[in-house]
C-alpha cells in the first residue's frame, strides 16, 4: 500500500485546512490509521488516529489538538482526512499520514502546513 498526503499550504491562525491521505489500493488489511506532525527541530509527534478495530472506532487525538482537528475515514475513497480548525502558528509542521496492517506499517510522504500569526 502506498500512502498520498495531500492538502497542505499556508494559512492564517484562525484558519482552517483539510489533509487527506489516499491509499493506493484496498485497504481492507489496514486495522489503525493515524496522523503525525513533526516541527522544523522536533521529533515527530502523535496528533490523531482512528481504529477499525477496538476503541469502538473513536478517534483519539493529542491533547494539543482535542476540540479543534477531526480525523475521518471513507473506506469507498481510500481515503482518509484530518480536518484542521482554529489553527494556530504552532500547528506549523509536516504532517504524515500512517497506516497500520498486521505486520506492515506505512507511511505518506508528508505534507507541510504552515500557520502564519
Known amino acids: 500500500v502506498q500512502l498520498q498526503a495531500s492538502g497542505g499550504g499556508l494559512v492564517q491562525a484562525g484558519g482552517s485546512l483539510r489533509l487527506s491521505c489516499a491509499a493506493s489500493?484496498?485497504?481492507?488489511?489496514?486495522?489503525?490509521n493515524r496522523w503525525y506532525r513533526q516541527a522544523p527541530g522536533k521529533p515527530r509527534e502523535y496528533v490523531a488516529g482512528?481504529?477499525?478495530?477496538?476503541?469502538?472506532?473513536?478517534?483519539v487525538y493529542a491533547d494539543s489538538v482535542k476540540g479543534r482537528f477531526t480525523i475521518s475515514r471513507d473506506n469507498a475513497k481510500n481515503t482518509v482526512y484530518l480536518q484542521m480548525n482554529s489553527l494556530k502558528p504552532e500547528d506549523t509542521a509536516v504532517y504524515y499520514c500512517n497506516a497500520i496492517a498486521p505486520g506492515k506499517d506505512y507511511w505518506g510522504q508528508g505534507t507541510l502546513v504552515t500557520v502564519s500569526s
Open positions: 482512528i481504529n477499525m478495530v477496538g476503541s469502538g472506532g473513536r478517534p
Open positions: 489500493r484496498s485497504t481492507f488489511s489496514i486495522v489503525a
